[in-house]
């Protein structure tokens, strides 16, 4: 067992000196709006913004499989009779596959809402959740300059709210624009 032990970390320790994290920086637009049994019905989506930062660590030799980890601030929200933004960082941790110039990811979100706006002053603030759990699943174009172009989507699984039975999640979709320091 101990032989065993040592193999796997002597093994884990190869790889990992092996392989080049790579960072990056990520700035798009969100078009979001809400979904669920209890959405408002009359909503439209809206703009916002997202940035932040990137992680690439490669799983495989190859760089054919990655995991991806994000720190993003980004506005979600929906539009009504009154505009309601709402702001987060979201944290993703996706499993990307990277073929070529083409690359897919999907994973995991935790997202932690850092402030909201509302155009209507009359309107009562509702009490949101001040961290949920979502996913992303999206695809792009990485060029080896850096440069990535992609498309991705995100909802919530947790509820938006923290008390009563509304069900109510934030619905995202994006355009990212990438930049990964050190490529060739």
């Known amino acids: 067992m101990k032989k065993l032990l040592l193999l ?66 980004s506005m979600k929200g929906a539009k009504g009779t009154d505009d309601l933004r709402l702001y987060y960082v979201d944290i993703p941790v996706l499993a990307r596959v990277n073929t070529g110039l083409l690359y897919f990811e999907a994973g995991p979100q935790l997202s932690v809402n850092v402030g909201d706006n509302v155009d ?20 792009g174009i990485g060029t080896p300059l850096g440069v990535s172009v992609g498309v991705r989507y995100n909802s919530d699984i947790s509820k938006l709210f923290d008390e009563g039975d509304a069900e109510v999640y934030n619905d995202v979709f994006m355009l990212t624009l990438g930049y990964a320091f050190g490529s060739r």
């Open 120 to 139: 209507n002053d009359a309107i009562i603030q509702p009490d949101y959740r001040r961290t949920g759990l979502g996913y992303v699943a999206g695809l």
């Open 8 to 73: 796997v970390f002597a093994f884990a320790t190869t790889m990992a000196a092996q392989a080049q994290v790579g960072f990056g920086l990520r700035v798009g637009a969100n078009y979001s709006d809400f979904r669920g049994d209890n959405a408002p019905e009359n909503t439209d989506r809206i703009f916002g913004a997202h940035a932040g930062l990137t992680a690439n660590i490669p799983v495989s030799a190859d760089n054919f499989f990655s995991v991806q980890p994000e720190a993003l601030f």
